[in-house]
């Protein structure tokens, strides 16, 4: 089991920047891919994919929406995953998930979840 707490989230005007962090406890050396999810507000039944980080943290892959403004990091000493997120849009407002699992860029390859963090652009 991975238990997993994002933190970072708020209130940020258009062209700003966040930083989200994921902290991972429990089963942490399992050798886990990251990733972030979103989902706004309205389309809850669309939980979009943001970025992907692998075990070593040396391979990413980013959701066309974010690709050159967001950057998906992960500290495996510290058990973190972050992401770092300049020029936001109003469209990027949505709840961030983390997520852990096998590689991959759909929710069905991830079986952890954090409980969400609110990120809301406004322009």
């Known amino acids: 089991q991975v238990q997993l707490v994002e933190s970072g989230g708020g209130l940020v005007q258009a062209g700003g920047s966040l930083r989200l962090s994921c902290a991972a406890s429990?089963?942490?050396?399992?050798?886990?891919?990251m990733a972030w999810f979103r989902q706004a507000l309205g389309k809850e039944q669309e939980r979009e994919f943001v970025a992907v980080v692998n075990w070593s943290g040396g391979g990413t892959v980013y959701g066309d929406s974010v690709k050159g403004r967001f950057t998906i990091s992960r500290d495996n000493a510290k058990n973190m995953a972050y992401l770092q997120m300049n020029s936001l849009k109003p469209e990027d407002t949505a709840v961030y998930y983390c997520?852990?699992?096998?590689?991959?860029?759909?929710?069905?390859?991830?079986?952890?979840w954090g409980q969400g963090t609110q990120v809301t652009v406004s322009s």
């Open positions: 429990g089963r942490t050396g399992s050798g886990y891919a």
């Open positions: 997520a852990a699992g096998r590689w991959g860029i759909s929710g069905r390859d991830f079986g952890y």
